[in-house]
């Protein structure tokens, strides 16, 4: 499971919450080579949109839960969905080419784009889907300091 604590910088609509949270992987491999990875000139701060089932307002320091199965199910979604209908699209294109009497090249193309079109449009339909969206969603499971003072935008420190 995927743990965060944050601060809630904005409610959306009663049910959900704008949340700012630490990237725990920032800086987690800062000046462990010569080379360092860099992430200390990024911001580590990520907003995220939240389900808000406990009511959180703005200034509440919060614990946000994803779930792993969540997380892989929305993954899957993301970026298996698109690329197995483009798959699919493509030996459909290979097939139906001898029926329009065009090469298996030119048929396997048309049905990859094709499939690709229809994999983008299926998730961007699944991410638009308020039943789907609100299962993999992240969810707020406890307000940890009710009202805090929000704190001030800076720029990310280097591991410190």
């Given at each position: 499971?995927?743990?965060?604590?944050g601060?809630?910088?904005?409610?959306d609509?009663?049910?959900y919450?704008?949340?700012?949270?630490?990237?725990?992987?920032a800086?987690?491999g800062c000046?462990s080579s010569?080379?360092?990875?860099g992430?200390?000139l990024?911001?580590?701060?990520m907003?995220?949109?939240?389900?808000n089932?406990?009511?959180?307002e703005?200034?509440?320091?919060?614990?946000?839960?994803?779930?792993s199965?969540?997380?892989f199910?929305?993954a899957?979604?993301?970026?298996?969905?698109?690329?197995l209908?483009l798959?699919l699209g493509?030996?459909?294109?290979?097939?139906?080419?001898?029926l329009?009497g065009?090469t298996?090249?030119?048929?396997?193309i048309?049905?990859?784009?094709?499939?690709?079109v229809?994999?983008?449009?299926?998730?961007?339909g699944?991410?638009?889907?308020?039943r789907?969206?609100?299962?993999?969603?992240?969810?707020?499971t406890?307000?940890?300091?009710?009202k805090?003072?929000?704190p001030?935008?800076e720029?990310?420190?280097?591991c410190?």
């Amino acid at each position: 499971m995927a743990d965060h604590i944050g601060f809630v910088i904005k409610n959306d609509s009663g049910k959900y919450a704008q949340v700012i949270t630490n990237r725990k992987s920032a800086c987690g491999g800062c000046q462990s080579s010569p080379h360092s990875c860099g992430s200390c000139l990024t911001n580590s701060k990520m907003e995220s949109r939240v389900a808000n089932p406990l009511g959180a307002e703005p200034g509440d320091l919060v614990e946000v839960r994803l779930s792993s199965g969540n997380l892989f199910a929305g993954a899957a979604i993301l970026y298996l969905l698109p690329i197995l209908v483009l798959m699919l699209g493509a030996f459909l294109g290979t097939w139906a080419s001898t029926l329009f009497g065009v090469t298996e090249i030119s048929g396997s193309i048309g049905g990859a784009v094709t499939g690709l079109v229809i994999g983008y449009t299926a998730v961007i339909g699944f991410d638009r889907s308020q039943r789907i969206r609100r299962r993999i969603m992240p969810t707020i499971t406890a307000i940890l300091t009710p009202k805090v003072d929000l704190p001030k935008t800076e720029k990310a420190s280097c591991c410190g």
